[in-house]
């Protein structure tokens, strides 16, 4: 069974606060995606990364991709209100014709101001 | 936003009854899914399909069936609901197996 660990599961920060956030599997991924979940939405992707150590950049938003591809981090700079919601990423693996979505349980966050 | 609506967006029903929930798409997407997602369970893949009439089972498939008639519908049927079947259902779509998914708001189903 492939598992994406996730971590912290909740995390609770004053605004102006800087946070990572953490994806681990002993899995290798083709890719890996970030996805924000706001409450009585569905998640919404914010970014896809596909090298090993690729870095990416949106905004206060920093994505890095593991070298090995097995793990990934977010970190926010400066969170703010707006932040708040519930952050997943998903592994992607080759399944035949189709590509599966290993999903980790989300990392809850809250930024109070 | 990607023109995915999933319907009903609340529903409350009891034990032992039929319950289809209904994901509509204006995108002409290959790709449709069925999750649930549940505390401590995350996202749950329960069945997807990659073409009309074309469908295969995810990881939590027991109890639930699906259908595809048309590219824009992709139909997922309780047979007979169990409490445990309570839960928010997400549908998601996807044009080509590298490109990531889109999800609607959800369907949140309540089993009394």
């Known amino acids: 069974t492939q598992l994406l660990e996730q971590s912290p599961q909740f995390l609770s920060i004053q605004e102006g606060e800087n946070l990572t956030v953490y994806c681990n599997s002993s899995s290798v991924f083709s890719s890996l995606q970030w996805y924000r979940q706001e409450p009585g939405e569905g998640p919404v992707l914010l970014v896809t990364?596909?090298?090993g150590g690729e870095v990416k950049k949106l905004k206060r938003l920093t994505f890095q991709f593991g070298d090995a591809r097995k793990d990934s981090s977010l970190h926010i700079t400066a969170a703010q209100p707006g932040d708040t919601g519930l952050y997943l990423c998903?592994?992607?693996?080759?399944?035949?014709?189709?590509?599966?979505?290993?999903w980790g349980l989300g990392t809850s966050l809250g930024v109070n101001p | 936003d990607a023109g995915i609506t999933q319907s009903p967006r609340h529903k409350v029903t009891e034990t032992g009854t039929p319950v289809t929930l209904r994901c509509h798409q204006t995108e002409n997407h290959r790709y449709m899914y069925w999750y649930r997602q549940d505390p401590g369970h995350g996202l749950r893949l329960i069945h997807y399909s990659y073409g009309v009439k074309d469908t295969d089972k995810g990881e939590v498939s027991d109890g639930y069936s699906v259908s595809r008639s048309k590219t824009e519908d992709f139909l997922l049927t309780l047979e007979s609901a169990t409490s445990s079947q309570t839960s928010v259902y997400f549908c998601a779509i996807r044009e080509y197996s590298n490109q990531p998914q889109h999800f609607g708001d959800g369907t949140r189903l309540s089993i009394l």
């Open positions: 990364v596909v090298t």
């Open positions: 998903a592994g992607v693996v080759n399944a035949g014709n189709n590509r599966k979505l290993i």
